[in-house]
């Protein structure tokens, strides 16, 4: 496989792309004759770094540069404390830290540190590839020390598309690209030649939708959660993109209708990916979950099977290994990648409904907080609510509800028109739901807290 670099250039063509911050934008062309480190990228040939910036665009610059020379590429997300970067540095055998202005690095972390800037500094460099480089990703939504997953280029890109010549596409991605949703897009861009505008986690969502739309973004991905909170921020209609895609949570109906309705001109696809398994499938239909024929065809590129109700993946796209001590194997003795993803099959149709390590007991009753959420985010005053346990001296737990209505600031004002709605969300979950599953509370709420992957943060995970 192909450095980045070696990727970018393969056709001899002039290199049109570009990377687009919220302050500045680089040329990719101009890394021909420059570079954003410090240090000559050829010392660091073979060896281990840990990128540990803060700044997106210094991390994809980065990533270009050192793909193909390092031996290993540590991807250090901006949130973790400096006893978990020691904890990552250590686990992957990382001898350089490659930081920004944004960061310092703590003294005595590695052997070495490298400065890397947001800017091309013109030298003289050598961009021959020649080394495997391994790829080192952390797992989102983990407490404590991450785990660390070990990819290739080939297992993180080998069946991206690619854009045409002439393509005039444009991407962009509410993710970071040091996690696994926004290092795909960062790869659609790099190798497809395209301009990719990088988010920013001190912008707004409706900021970032401005800006994205303001570049002619034409590809947009993000979390069902970012796209919920980009949809409140009354900005959706800055952009007016082709393709809008979904990953990280489950896609209920009603995010999918809302995202239809807000860009009707757009292609609305939905994916599976995780940062052990890759990417599984994309659903194109406008519906919740992926048809049954997915599952169980067996020999092909990607293979999926459901055992005791949960989503197991075999492709070429896994990662190799988990490193440091990861308490399981990252595979099975068949090749599978156990995702956690627990589905039920309902007329021809597989839908998520919750993570295995979520569930919430009621009185020994298995309760999928994303189950009865879905209900209620069926209702069109709704945007998106959460559902959490609460402590019950009979049951152990029950369940309550936080809502953020769609258009909350009538509602809020008005005390009577809560109770109404309130009423009238529990009657629709008891409609739907089991007893157990119909929420004991429901309270509506400004905004939701989402995490650093685009999340939802769910105190019973």
């Keep these: 496989m192909p450095s980045l670099w070696n990727a970018l250039t393969a056709s001899g063509a002039p290199i049109s792309s570009a990377l687009r911050s919220r302050s500045t934008d680089v040329a990719l062309a101009e890394l021909a004759h420059g570079s954003s480190l410090a240090a000559p990228p050829e010392t660091l040939r073979g ?16 990533l270009i540069e050192l793909d193909g020379v390092a031996r290993r590429i ?14 990552v540095v250590t686990a992957a055998g990382a001898d350089v830290l490659i930081y920004d202005a944004v960061r310092t690095p703590d003294p005595g972390l590695c052997k070495e540190g490298v400065l890397v800037r947001p800017a091309v500094r013109a030298t003289s460099v050598n961009r021959d590839g020649g080394v495997d480089t391994e790829w080192i990703l952390l797992t989102s939504g983990t407490t404590g020390a991450p785990k660390l997953v070990l990819h290739s280029m080939a297992s993180l890109s080998g069946a991206l598309p690619r854009h045409g010549a002439g393509d005039a596409a444009v991407w962009s991605t509410h993710y970071d690209i040091r ?9 659609r861009a790099v190798l ?58 489950i896609a209920d109906q009603s995010v999918l209708d809302n995202l239809r309705h ?76 156990d995702t956690g993803d627990l589905v039920e099959l309902r007329d021809g149709r597989y839908y998520f409904v919750g993570r295995r390590g ?10 999928y907080p994303e189950e009865i959420e879905a209900v209620i985010n069926a209702d069109t005053r709704v945007r998106m609510s959460l559902v959490r346990s609460r402590r019950n001296p009979i ?18 004002a008005d005390e009577s028109a809560q109770r109404h709605l309130r009423r009238e969300l529990l009657e629709r979950c008891r409609a739907a739901l089991p007893a157990h599953k119909v929420p004991a509370a429901l309270h509506f709420v400004a905004a939701l807290d989402v995490s650093p992957a685009g999340k939802l943060v769910r105190p019973d995970a």
Excluded at 179 to 187: A, N, P, S, T, V
Aim: hydrophobic share 45%; proline share 4%; with cysteine.
């Design 74 to 87: 540590v991807l250090c997300t901006p949130d973790l404390t400096s006893e978990q970067l020691r904890t």
């Design 358 to 367: 979520g569930i919430i007991n009621v009185g020994g009753l298995k309760v």
């Design 262 to 337: 807000a860009f009707p001109g757009a292609r609305i696809a939905h994916a599976f990916a995780s940062t052990e398994a890759g990417v599984a499938f994309d659903v194109t239909d406008g519906q919740a979950g992926f048809p049954a024929s997915l599952v169980g065809q067996g020999g092909g590129a990607i293979d999926m099977k459901v055992e005791d109700g949960t989503l197991r993946i075999r492709s070429a796209r896994t990662a190799a290994r988990y490193l440091g001590g990861a308490d399981a194997p990252l595979v099975s003795d068949g090749g599978y990648v």
């Design 395 to 412: 049951t152990g737990a029950i369940v309550v509800a936080d809502v953020v209505l769609a258009d909350g600031a009538s509602v809020a």
């Design 179 to 187: 996690r696994y949703g926004g290092l795909q897009i960062f790869l």
């Design 47 to 62: 060896r281990t770094v840990a990128l540990a910036t803060r700044d997106q665009l210094t991390t994809a610059l980065a």
């Design 192 to 249: 497809g030649g395209v301009p990719l505008v990088l988010s920013d986690a001190a912008e707004t969502p409706g900021d970032f939708l401005r800006r994205a739309g303001a570049a002619g973004v034409t590809h947009i991905s993000g979390t069902p959660s970012h796209w919920r909170r980009a949809l409140m921020s009354g900005a959706a209609a800055s952009i007016s993109p082709q393709y809008v895609r979904l990953s990280g949570e």
